[in-house]
């Protein structure tokens, strides 16, 4: 019986490994995925589609949970915190809406 566990055990660990070695940088751009996508469905949200704020904070929380979202109306620009990182987010303008920032980016002059 402690055969077969150990058995069962090790194909589950050489599957795991089959599965995910080769998947390894996907799933190492993952958490830079949840901020970014939040930061900008917030931004999109709130000042293209101009909903409250409490709605799109309801909006995208709904998919994905986040650590914590910095939104700063007077330069419409938002910031997600999610899985240990950041990435923000700022409203172009009617024409171009919201864009990702790099990282330190300001977001354009208004």
């Known amino acids: 019986m402690r055969r077969r566990h150990a058995l069962l055990l090790g194909s ?6 089959a599965v995910v070695w080769p998947n390894r940088a996907h799933l190492a751009a ?3 995925i949840i901020g970014a996508y939040s930061a900008k469905e917030y931004c999109s949200c709130r000042y293209v589609s101009g909903n ?3 709605y799109c904070q309801a909006y995208i929380e709904q998919y994905i949970l986040i650590d914590r979202l910095r939104d700063e109306p007077a330069s419409r620009k938002v910031t997600a915190f999610g899985l240990g990182r950041s990435h ?3 409203w172009l303008g009617p024409r171009e809406g919201c864009r990702l920032l790099a990282e330190g980016e300001a977001p354009p002059a208004s």
């Open 52 to 54: 409250p704020a409490d």
């Open 88 to 90: 923000s987010a700022a």
């Open 30 to 32: 993952f958490p830079d």
């Open 12 to 17: 589950a660990v050489l599957l795991a490994v």
